[in-house]
T-cell receptor, first 115, second 112 residues
Framework: DAGVIQSPRHEVTEMGQEVTLRCKPI?????LFWYRQTMMRGLELLIY????????DSGMPEDRFSAKMPNASFSTLKIQPSEPRDSAVYFC?????????????FGPGTRLTVL | SQQGEEDPQALSIQEGENATMNCSYK?????LQWYRQNSGRGLVHLIL?????REKHSGRLRVTLDTSKKSSSLLITASRAADTASYFC????????????FGSGTQLTVLP
């Protein structure tokens, strides 16, 4: 089975530009999580969805960040406008409540650099 | 914000030796998990221990949990160079729905 798929793997953009990160969870998983990892702050949960519905977005740093999950197989994290302090690795993870509710499967991440 | 701290921040050992990493957390938990992250890659789930368990084994991994001290340890026996990675503990709080809160991680280097 394919794992969690993220695209792009690397993104370099200039300050002020819009950035869209994409995630395809493992088929059949009903939870989807977005994390951000930096040296200074470690791994932070940004938002998570259950059955495509956002449950907790308290980790989203500011209004410049938004996330959507239009269907069970696709989610996006958008930053508009981007700033240099948004540079980080962004991970998407998914889990299956029925099988193992708390075990999360992570994608390879998107390394974002905002110049 | 991070739930807890891991100790040590970095650990360097020789192949064949055992590696022990510790994790402390702050609030009551439902379970605690350990994840591994190789450089430039995503996290991989290693093992989960529930709050009513004290010890769990999986292959060369042994995890202990002391809820009275709010701490856990991960022991990797007979380490290999391929074990070189960062190791994170993650907790699910009691009452929280499915959120993992990660520790700061231990960078393990196993020298051949």
């Amino acid at each position: 089975d394919a794992g969690v798929i993220q695209s792009p793997r690397h993104e370099v953009t200039e300050m002020g530009q819009e950035v869209t990160l994409r995630c395809k969870p493992i088929s059949g998983h009903d939870y989807l999580f977005w994390y951000r990892q930096t040296m200074m702050r470690g791994l932070e949960l940004l938002i998570y969805f259950n059955n495509n519905v956002p449950i907790d977005d308290s980790g989203m740093p500011e209004d410049r960040f938004s996330a959507k999950m239009p269907n069970a197989s696709f989610s996006t994290l958008k930053i508009q406008p981007s700033e240099p302090r948004d540079s980080a690795v962004y991970f998407c993870a998914s889990s299956n409540w029925a099988v193992s509710p708390d075990t999360q499967y992570f994608g390879p991440g998107t390394r974002l650099t905002v110049l | 914000s991070q739930q807890g701290e891991e100790d040590p921040q970095a650990l360097s050992i020789q192949e064949g030796e055992n590696a022990t990493m510790n994790c402390s957390y702050k609030t009551s938990i439902n379970n605690l998990q350990w994840y591994r992250q190789n450089s430039g890659r995503g996290l991989v789930h290693l093992i989960l221990i529930r709050s009513n368990e004290r010890e769990k084994h999986s292959g060369r991994l042994r995890v202990t949990l002391d809820t009275s001290k709010k701490s856990s340890s991960l022991l990797i026996t007979a380490s290999r160079a391929a074990d070189t990675a960062s190791y994170f503990c993650a907790t699910v709080h009691s009452g929280s729905a499915r959120q993992l809160t990660f520790g700061s991680g231990t960078q393990l280097t196993v020298l051949p």
